[in-house]
């Protein structure tokens, strides 16, 4: 077994809330990006960009949404939201992956989403080959219309993850995975 197959099989993410400094410095995001925007993407769309939120900006709109979710009269579970909020101002490095996907002749936005989807997954993985601890995450405010200018979305752009990196000094545990046999077959005709 290679060194990547045993990553890939034990592979896992840290709570964001555990991300703590050192974050990643300018030429180590650079590669993160790099890494990220090598997943398939059919018809060279690049159907996907990405933003730094800075801790002043995070704070910023952090601040807006929990304006936002005091006037929402549907919410659920207020305190939920509340928490899932705070997130944004833990991990030292927060990297936003905003799907682009537009109608296009050829290519169906499905799968332009699905490669918005593999440019998060290989983030984590970028971040992880550079030391980093990453965690994956959206949030109720990713699919809340009103909430769309403040985090500073353009027409038909989606946000398909907010992905927090850092550093972790916390033992990671493990979590049951799926069983292989109840997700596999060979189809026989």
Same mark, same amino acid.
């Given at each position: 077994?290679?060194?990547?197959?045993?990553?890939?099989?034990?592979?896992?993410?840290?709570?964001?809330?555990?991300?703590?400094?050192?974050?990643?410095?300018?030429?180590? =995001?650079?590669?993160? #990006?790099?890494?990220?925007?090598? /997943?398939? $993407?059919?018809? @060279?769309?690049?159907?996907?960009?990405?933003? +730094?939120?800075?801790?002043?900006?995070?704070?910023?709109?952090?601040?807006? =949404?929990?304006?936002? #979710?005091?006037?929402?009269?549907? /919410?659920? $579970?207020?305190? @939920?939201?509340?928490?899932?909020?705070?997130? +944004?101002?833990?991990?030292?490095?927060?990297?936003?992956?905003?799907?682009?996907?537009?109608?296009?002749?050829?290519?169906?936005?499905?799968?332009?989403?699905?490669?918005?989807?593999?440019?998060?997954?290989?983030? +984590?993985?970028?971040?992880?080959?550079?030391?980093?601890?990453?965690?994956?995450?959206?949030?109720?405010?990713?699919?809340?219309?009103?909430?769309?200018?403040?985090?500073?979305?353009?027409?038909?752009?989606?946000?398909?993850?907010?992905?927090?990196?850092?550093?972790?000094?916390?033992?990671?545990?493990?979590?049951?995975?799926?069983?292989?046999?109840?997700?596999?077959?060979?189809?026989?005709?």
């Amino acid at each position: 077994m290679t060194d990547l197959t045993h990553y890939m099989k034990t592979r896992r993410s840290s709570l964001s809330l555990t991300l703590e400094a050192p974050g990643p410095d300018d030429a180590q =995001l650079r590669t993160i #990006l790099e890494v990220a925007t090598r /997943v398939p $993407d059919h018809g @060279k769309l690049a159907p996907w960009r990405f933003e +730094l939120w800075p801790e002043h900006v995070r704070q910023d709109i952090h601040d807006d =949404l929990q304006q936002l #979710l005091a006037g929402l009269n549907d /919410v659920t $579970d207020r305190e @939920k939201q509340v928490q899932a909020t705070r997130k +944004l101002l833990h991990a030292p490095c927060v990297l936003v992956a905003i799907s682009t996907a537009q109608e296009h002749p050829k290519i169906p936005i499905w799968e332009q989403h699905l490669s918005a989807g593999a440019a998060c997954m290989n983030t +984590l993985i970028a971040a992880n080959s550079l030391g980093f601890e990453a965690q994956w995450l959206t949030a109720w405010y990713v699919y809340e219309d009103k909430a769309r200018k403040i985090l500073g979305l353009k027409n038909g752009e989606q946000i398909a993850g907010i992905i927090h990196i850092g550093t972790s000094a916390i033992a990671k545990s493990e979590r049951p995975r799926p069983e292989i046999d109840s997700l596999f077959t060979i189809r026989e005709s």
